[in-house]
């Protein structure tokens, strides 16, 4: 077996998840300058949702395709997701938007833990499996593996990240939502509600993170109550890499997030000659958000333009 | 005739500072109006307010009949009343032409926007070479153009200019002035605020002065340029 082109699609796969993720934490800073702390327990909300649905209904109907069962996990935690974003901003954010930086934030945290009570008073404190529902077939390519799962997981987050940056570039509500993140007041001028295209802003973010939550459970095999935690601040950690604020940022970080986890952790034993071994992986994480807070804090596409006004 | 804009005893206050006291003032539809003061008087305090930025403390905001007062700055901007905000406010990091598109948001009619947009680059043919170019690179007289053609896109009734002369070479301040007139020659209406009152007074048909929030004089511009209070405090003699 290939280890190199293994750990490659490895990373690829988990960072293409972190990038949808990262997505939602640099959207939210790019439109408010605030960091959403509660994202990463919205996306452990639509894991945890989908998978009461998904166990729900393979245990009610276990003749239905994985895939649809799927799908109707999906389509009930997308929604949740999105209501729970809007839910989020006007009732935590929006009242503290004049207030100093510290207070939402301080709020951010305060609604995750809120969120992480929320999940473990209704799933428990246990970790809940993924039902085996999907096809578990594997390709050999050059000698390296690849699931079906981890096909689909690649392929659906780049359609996604596709259609959010033609919505940002090309669409009404991408060009208020541009035009907000540069001026308030002069998109306001403009005739841009926009109360509401930051309301969207939170609702879009959310339902990347919904689809990503369902990814990493089907990925992983389970969630849990507590999982948003690690895989926010990965995710934040992606979006400072890339240069918080910046789509494409976002979605650059996460994916080199994934491959220095993936290959951190496989190479990691040999390097240190087998004192660390590969649950070291989240480790690197917070390395490279060190690493990029301390060399180059505005992260790899940040502050690429030169600003006049 | 009837006035487009009508303010009748405005009052704004920032926290416990009284900034604008009492002003009431009169834009009939396609009239050049400007506000003259010092700095501090309160000008764009009373643009703010009209376009919903602020809410006023007291007073009220009529425009063609309807009231605006309380109303948010992007349901004012709706009803066909635009504001240029002191600074120009461009985009930074749109370009050109994404500037202009801005200003037709709230507009659907595609053919009309695309045949204002051809009419904005042949009033701005600096622009037009630039289109492609961020926003945030022009120059200070390029981009005072650019947010002027971002407000024709707009098609308003009503313009409220703030300062379009501020931090601009005397050759370009000609520039942006003759945009001005032309835009107003179209039947739109202008409410100037300008600190470079004898520039104002030129280009306007009538005044009002502020002072300390207050309006102390307003007339014809011919009256207010030979005014000797006027002359002394803002035509420097
Ligand atoms: N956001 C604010 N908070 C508190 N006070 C303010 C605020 N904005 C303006 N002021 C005060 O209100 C008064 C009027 O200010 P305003 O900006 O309207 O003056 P202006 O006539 O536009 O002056 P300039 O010619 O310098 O632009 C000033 O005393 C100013 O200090
Ligand atoms: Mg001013």
Same mark, same amino acid.
């Given at each position: +077996?290939? =280890?190199?082109? /293994? /750990?490659?699609?490895?990373?690829?796969?988990?960072?293409?998840?972190?990038?949808?993720?990262?997505?939602?934490?640099?959207?939210?800073?790019?439109?408010?300058?605030?960091?959403?702390?509660?994202?990463?327990?919205?996306?452990?909300?639509?894991?945890?949702?989908?998978?009461?649905?998904?166990? $729900?209904?393979?245990?009610?109907?276990?003749?239905?395709?994985?895939?649809?069962?799927?799908?109707?996990?999906?389509?009930?935690?997308?929604?949740?997701?999105?209501?729970?974003?809007?839910?989020?901003? *006007?009732? $935590?954010?929006?009242?503290?938007?004049?207030?100093? *930086?510290?207070?939402?934030?301080?709020?951010?945290?305060?609604?995750? =833990?809120?969120? /992480?009570?929320?999940?473990?008073?209704?799933?428990?404190? /246990?970790?809940?499996?993924?039902?085996?529902?999907?096809?578990?077939?594997?390709?050999? =390519?050059?000698?390296?593996?690849?699931?079906?799962?981890?096909?689909?997981?690649?392929?659906?987050?780049?359609?996604? +990240? !596709?259609?959010?940056?033609?919505?940002?570039?090309?669409?009404?509500?991408?060009?208020?939502?541009?035009?907000?993140?540069?001026?308030?007041?002069?998109?306001?001028?403009?005739?841009?509600?926009?109360? *509401?295209?930051?309301?969207?802003?939170?609702? =879009?973010?959310?339902?990347?993170?919904?689809?990503?939550?369902? !990814?990493?459970?089907?990925?992983?095999?389970?969630?849990?109550?507590y999982m948003g935690f690690l895989l926010g601040l990965k995710a934040f950690?992606?979006?400072?890499?890339?240069?918080?604020?910046?789509?494409?940022?976002?979605?650059?970080?996460?994916?080199?997030?994934?491959?220095?986890?993936?290959?951190?952790?496989?190479?990691?034993?040999?390097?240190?000659?087998?004192?660390?071994?590969?649950?070291?992986?989240?480790?690197? $994480?917070?390395?490279?958000?060190?690493?990029?807070?301390?060399?180059?804090?505005?992260?790899?596409?940040?502050?690429?333009?030169?600003?006049?006004? | 005739?009837?006035?487009?804009?009508?303010?009748?005893?405005?009052?704004?206050?920032?926290?416990?500072?009284?900034?604008?006291?009492?002003?009431?003032?009169?834009?009939?539809?396609?009239?050049?109006?400007?506000?003259?003061?010092?700095?501090?008087? #309160?000008?764009?305090?009373?643009?703010?307010?009209?376009? #919903? @930025?602020?809410?006023?403390?007291?007073?009220?905001?009529?425009?063609?009949?309807?009231?605006?007062?309380? @109303?948010?700055?992007?349901?004012?901007?709706?009803?066909?009343?635009?504001?240029?905000?002191?600074?120009?406010?461009?985009?930074?990091?749109?370009?050109?032409?994404?500037?202009?598109?801005?200003?037709?948001?709230?507009?659907?009619?595609?053919?009309?926007?695309?045949? %204002?947009? %051809?009419?904005?680059?042949?009033?701005?043919?600096?622009?037009?070479?630039r289109r492609a170019q961020l926003a945030g690179l022009l120059s200070g007289?390029?981009?005072?153009?650019?947010?002027?053609?971002?407000?024709?896109?707009?098609?308003?009734?009503?313009?409220?200019?703030?300062?379009?002369?501020?931090?601009?070479?005397?050759?370009?301040?000609?520039?942006?002035?003759?945009?001005?007139?032309?835009?107003?020659?179209?039947?739109?209406?202008?409410? @100037?605020?300008?600190?470079?009152?004898?520039?104002?007074?030129?280009?306007?048909?009538?005044?009002?002065?502020?002072?300390? #929030?207050?309006?102390?004089?307003?007339?014809?511009?011919?009256?207010?340029?030979?005014?000797?209070?006027?002359?002394?405090?803002?035509?420097?003699?």
């Amino acid at each position: +077996m290939d =280890i190199f082109l /293994q /750990q490659l699609i490895n990373g690829l796969v988990l960072g293409s998840v972190y990038a949808l993720v990262a997505l939602g934490y640099t959207m939210v800073y790019g439109i408010l300058e605030l960091i959403n702390f509660a994202h990463g327990e919205i996306t452990m909300m639509g894991a945890m949702v989908s998978l009461a649905v998904i166990g $729900a209904l393979a245990l009610a109907a276990p003749g239905l395709p994985g895939v649809l069962v799927l799908g109707a996990g999906l389509a009930v935690a997308i929604p949740v997701c999105m209501a729970l974003g809007l839910l989020i901003e *006007r009732v $935590a954010y929006r009242p503290l938007r004049h207030a100093p *930086r510290l207070a939402p934030l301080i709020t951010a945290i305060g609604v995750s =833990i809120i969120l /992480q009570n929320i999940a473990m008073l209704i799933w428990g404190k /246990q970790y809940i499996p993924f039902p085996a529902i999907l096809p578990q077939g594997r390709h050999e =390519i050059l000698g390296a593996s690849i699931s079906d799962t981890q096909i689909a997981i690649l392929v659906l987050a780049v359609l996604i +990240m !596709m259609t959010l940056i033609l919505v940002v570039q090309k669409t009404r509500l991408g060009r208020a939502m541009r035009a907000t993140a540069q001026s308030r007041q002069v998109a306001s001028l403009m005739g841009v509600d926009v109360n *509401r295209v930051i309301a969207s802003t939170f609702v =879009i973010g959310s339902a990347l993170a919904a689809v990503a939550g369902v !990814m990493v459970s089907a990925y992983y095999g389970l969630a849990h109550y507590y999982m948003g935690f690690l895989l926010g601040l990965k995710a934040f950690s992606a979006a400072v890499l890339g240069g918080i604020g910046n789509l494409g940022g976002a979605m650059l970080g996460g994916l080199l997030l994934g491959l220095i986890e993936s290959f951190g952790a496989g190479y990691i034993g040999d390097l240190t000659g087998g004192f660390l071994g590969s649950h070291y992986q989240d480790v690197f $994480a917070f390395f490279v958000l060190i690493a990029v807070l301390v060399f180059r804090p505005s992260g790899l596409l940040g502050a690429r333009v030169v600003e006049r006004a | 005739m009837s006035a487009l804009l009508s303010i009748s005893q405005l009052s704004v206050a920032y926290g416990g500072i009284q900034a604008v006291r009492d002003l009431s003032l009169e834009v009939a539809p396609g009239e050049m109006v400007c506000l003259i003061g010092a700095n501090g008087a #309160g000008k764009t305090t009373t643009l703010k307010a009209i376009s #919903g @930025l602020i809410a006023p403390q007291a007073g009220s905001v009529h425009f063609d009949g309807q009231a605006l007062t309380r @109303l948010p700055a992007h349901e004012v901007a709706r009803r066909g009343l635009t504001l240029v905000p002191e600074g120009r406010g461009v985009f930074p990091r749109m370009s050109v032409v994404e500037n202009l598109m801005m200003g037709a948001y709230t507009r659907r009619d595609r053919a009309t926007i695309a045949r %204002d947009l %051809d009419q904005v680059y042949a009033l701005l043919p600096r622009l037009t070479e630039r289109r492609a170019q961020l926003a945030g690179l022009l120059s200070g007289g390029e981009q005072q153009m650019l947010a002027l053609g971002r407000a024709m896109m707009a098609r308003p009734r009503l313009l409220l200019l703030d300062e379009p002369s501020m931090g601009l070479a005397p050759l370009m301040v000609q520039a942006v002035f003759d945009i001005i007139r032309q835009i107003a020659a179209g039947d739109v209406a202008v409410l @100037l605020v300008e600190q470079n009152a004898h520039l104002a007074l030129k280009t306007c048909a009538r005044g009002y002065v502020l002072e300390n #929030g207050v309006v102390t004089l307003s007339g014809m511009s011919a009256d207010l340029s030979a005014n000797p209070a006027v002359r002394q405090a803002y035509l420097g003699e």
